[in-house]
């Protein structure tokens, strides 16, 4: 199982932006990855995914302001975040899911192939 380090997360005025980085311990060649988020008291959502052919799709709520990335030479996978919100706020999490459906934003986890995170603050 490819362990998944999460990083560049930080505090950041609304309008703002970040880019988060994800480095994979193996190969993600040929996998489809998600980026995922936890705001406090709710529960995980996906809110971007890309295929392992590089098909991507967005949770509603960052359309248009979030790009998801991947480069699969450097392992690694990105999250581009702009004209963030207060309501962004949340740790958040990159995933290689046993499936996922790229056009219903939904897929599958294993409970333990979630690494610790990296907090995303924004402040309004």
């Known amino acids: 199982q490819v362990q998944l380090v999460e990083s560049g997360g930080g505090f950041v005025q609304a309008g703002g932006f970040l880019r988060l980085s994800c480095a994979a311990s193996?190969?993600?060649?040929?996998?489809?990855l998600g980026w995922y988020r936890q705001a406090l008291g709710k529960q995980r959502e996906v809110v971007a995914g890309?295929?392992?052919?590089?098909?991507?799709n967005y949770a509603d709520s960052v359309k248009g302001r979030f790009t998801i990335s991947r480069d699969d030479y450097k392992n690694t996978l990105y999250l581009q975040m702009n004209s963030l919100k207060a309501e962004d706020t949340a740790v958040y999490y990159c995933?290689?899911?046993?499936?996922?459906?790229?056009?219903?934003?939904?897929?599958?986890?294993?409970?333990?192939?979630w690494g610790q995170g990296t907090q995303v603050t924004v402040s309004s």
């Open positions: 995933n290689a899911p046993i499936w996922l459906n790229i056009r219903a934003m939904t897929s599958q986890t294993t409970l333990g192939s």
């Open positions: 193996g190969s993600i060649f040929g996998k489809s």
């Open positions: 890309i295929t392992g052919d590089g098909r991507t």
